[in-house]
């Protein structure tokens, strides 16, 4: 079992920057790939990001691609999303997911099987 936890939403204005974190613990060796989602209010969750556990490749969603990085701290075993020239239309909850049975990089959140509790992130126009 995978546990992951985020951290670092908040309240920004649009143009701003965010780094959200996800700690990882438990069994992070078994783990394949891993990645961000977003949920908006009335929206469905939306796939934001996504890599191998070692780092590489990345993938990112048409919304995000050249705002976004994601990214692994080997040290701090946290998995991170840095969030540059923030719109409103970024608002939702960020989720970070964990596959840990054999798979490339999944693109879909049907494919991930941990998931973090959320954070929040507002941005303001």
């Known amino acids: 079992q995978v546990q992951l936890v985020e951290s670092g939403g908040g309240l920004v204005q649009a143009g701003g920057s965010l780094r959200l974190s996800c700690a990882t613990s438990?069994?992070?060796?078994?783990?394949?790939?891993m990645g961000w989602f977003r949920q908006a209010p009335g929206k469905e969750r939306e796939f934001v990001a996504a890599?191998?556990?070692?780092?590489?490749?990345?993938y990112y969603g048409d919304s995000v691609k050249g705002r976004f990085t994601i990214s692994r701290d080997n040290a701090k075993n946290t998995v991170n999303l840095e969030m540059n020239s923030l719109k409103p239309e970024d608002t939702a909850v960020y989720y970070c997911?964990?596959?840990?049975?054999?798979?490339?990089?999944?693109?879909?959140?049907?494919?991930?099987?941990?998931w973090g509790q959320g954070t929040q992130v507002t941005v303001s126009s």
């Open positions: 438990g069994r992070t060796f078994s783990i394949y790939a």
């Open positions: 890599m191998r556990w070692s780092g590489t490749p990345t």
């Open positions: 997911a964990a596959r840990t049975t054999p798979a490339w990089v999944p693109l879909e959140r049907s494919e991930y099987d941990s």
